[in-house]
């Protein structure tokens, strides 16, 4: 996982525990907003939303449209092929 430097304040090296532990953090607090912000939004939408948070914000975030951008969607195929790779 990576964070921007310009809006996070990073913690270890690129490939330490300790970022993938900040950046893991970061994008829980992001879904969780996301679910408290759009409670009537199935489970795919909040993934999509809290996805989408992650890189730009909670804030950013307003309409169904907003989570339908290319950075979710190369992140949920990466995941559909990782999945198929059996990792």
Do not use: C
Not at 33 to 48: C, D, G
Not at 55 to 72: M, Q, R, Y
Request: glycine residues 6%.
């Amino acid at each position: 996982m990576q964070l921007d430097k310009q809006t996070y304040h990073l913690v270890g090296a690129w490939d330490s525990k300790e970022h993938l532990s900040q950046a893991t953090g970061i994008l829980t607090e992001r879904f969780k907003a996301i679910q408290k912000k759009f409670p009537t939004w199935s489970a795919a939408q909040h993934l999509r939303g809290g996805l989408s948070a992650f890189k730009s914000g909670i804030e950013a975030i307003t309409t169904l449209e907003d989570i339908n951008n290319d950075f979710v969607n190369d992140i949920i195929a990466r995941a559909k092929f990782y999945k198929r790779q059996s990792f």
